[in-house]
Every structure is written in structure tokens, then in C-alpha cells.
């Protein structure tokens, strides 16, 4: 079966403007996580959707947002990009919110830069 | 903030020769689970063991967890240069939706 999917896998933007990233999960999973990794930080907890709801959020500003379609689909929006906004975003899906006994797909992640 | 620290950073070896990295981290936790990143590219789950387990093995890889240590060690046997990435263990505490705490992560570097 597909794995998850994350469009584009390559972004440029510059200082003050908006991004929407894609996250597409194995068909049949419900819930969407996103992380973001950088150098300095690793892999931080961005938030957790399941059936079009935000059940749980990482410590991060309200300039990153994020929601989930009936068909699962998730997007994530950062506005007003920081030139620290600069990461690899990761999308993770997964039955139920819990990695169950088999963990969590990863997508191939999306690489931003803001300049 | 990170969940907790592994050791070493950085690990380089021969193929043919076993790699041990290890894991501490400083809640309690449902499940540790492995991850194998490539070249910055996404994250491929190796390998998860529960808390109530101490030792779990999948094919080269061996994982054993001291919960009363907090810490945990994965072991991968006969390495192979495909085996070069970084290797991340993630903490499940089982009362956050869809969150993993995830360590620093070992860089592997296997040389033919």
C-alpha cells in the first residue's frame, strides 16, 4: 500500500510570508502528527490531528497552524515566516493517535527554507 | 525539548562489526521505539518494545529496555554500509495523541 505521502518535498520562501505543507496518510489511518527537525532543536512535536480535530499541540507560536480533511489529508500553515521557520517538517500518520505495537509512517518530509 | 540524550553522537565501524547506541530519556513511558533516518530524509520505524518487555530482537536489530535505568540500548549486528544513517529512539508515554519525545540520535557511519 502507498506510504505517506508529503507534498512539496522542496520549499523557498522569504521572511514575512506563508507556507501550506501537504501530508497525505496510508489509507485507512486516521491520525496525522507533524514534527519539525532542525540542527539545533532534533525533532520537536508540532501537533496531532485526528478526524478533522486537533487533539494535541506542541509548544509553538500560533503562526503554525494546521488542519485535517474528512479524507484525512493534513495540511500544516506557517505564516509569517521566520528565517528560524527554516527546517525539515515531518509528517507521521498512524491508526489511532498511538503507534500501537508498529510505530508511526513517516513521510519523506518536506525541506523549508526562508531567506 | 528533548525527551532524553543518546550516546555516542557520532559511531563509525567497519562492516561486519555490531553497533551499540543507547538511550536514556526521563519519563515514564508506554514504548520506546526506533527510528532509522537517511540522509535527512523521513524517519523509518525499526523496531518498538513496551514497557513491560526488556528485550526484543528483529532480524540484525536487538533492543532491550531498563525501565528502572530509564534507559535503552539497540544493537545492530553485522553492519552493513546500507546501515549508514542516524539513529533516533522516541519515547511513547501513551497520555499524548500522536506524540513522540525523540532523543538527539547517533550518527552510524559504516565503511566497507
Known amino acids: 500500500k502507498a506510504g505517506v505521502t508529503q507534498t512539496p518535498r522542496y520549499l523557498i520562501k522569504t521572511r514575512g510570508q506563508q507556507v501550506t505543507l501537504s501530508c497525505s496518510p496510508i489509507?485507512?489511518?486516521?491520525?496525522v502528527s507533524w514534527y519539525q527537525q532542525t540542527p539545533g532543536q532534533g525533532l520537536q512535536f508540532l501537533f496531532e490531528y485526528f478526524s478533522e480535530t486537533q487533539r494535541n499541540k506542541g509548544n509553538f507560536p500560533g503562526r503554525f497552524s494546521g488542519r485535517q480533511f474528512s479524507n484525512s489529508r493534513s495540511e500544516m500553515n506557517v505564516s509569517t515566516l521566520e528565517l528560524g521557520d527554516s527546517a525539515l517538517y515531518l509528517c507521521?500518520?498512524?491508526?489511532?493517535?498511538?503507534?500501537?505495537?508498529?510505530?508511526?509512517?513517516f513521510g519523506s518530509g518536506t525541506r523549508l527554507t526562508v531567506v | 525539548s528533548q525527551q532524553g540524550e543518546e550516546d555516542p553522537q557520532a559511531l563509525s565501524i567497519q562492516e561486519g562489526e555490531n553497533a551499540t547506541m543507547n538511550c536514556s530519556y526521563k519519563?515514564?513511558?508506554?514504548?520506546l521505539q526506533w527510528y532509522r533516518q537517511n540522509s535527512g530524509r523521513g524517519l523509518v520505524h525499526l523496531i518498538l518494545i513496551r514497557s513491560n518487555e526488556r528485550e526484543k530482537h528483529s532480524g540484525r536489530l536487538r533492543v532491550t529496555l531498563d525501565t528502572s535505568k530509564k534507559s535503552s540500548s539497540l544493537l545492530i549486528t553485522a553492519s552493513r554500509a546500507a546501515d549508514t544513517a542516524s539513529y533516533f529512539c522516541a519515547t511513547d508515554a501513551g497520555d499524548s495523541w500522536g506524540k513522540l519525545q525523540f532523543g538527539a540520535g547517533t550518527q552510524v557511519v559504516v565503511t566497507p
Open positions: 519519563t515514564s513511558i508506554n514504548n
Open positions: 489509507s485507512g489511518h486516521r491520525s
Open positions: 507521521a500518520s498512524s491508526l489511532y493517535g498511538q503507534g500501537g505495537d508498529y510505530g508511526y509512517t
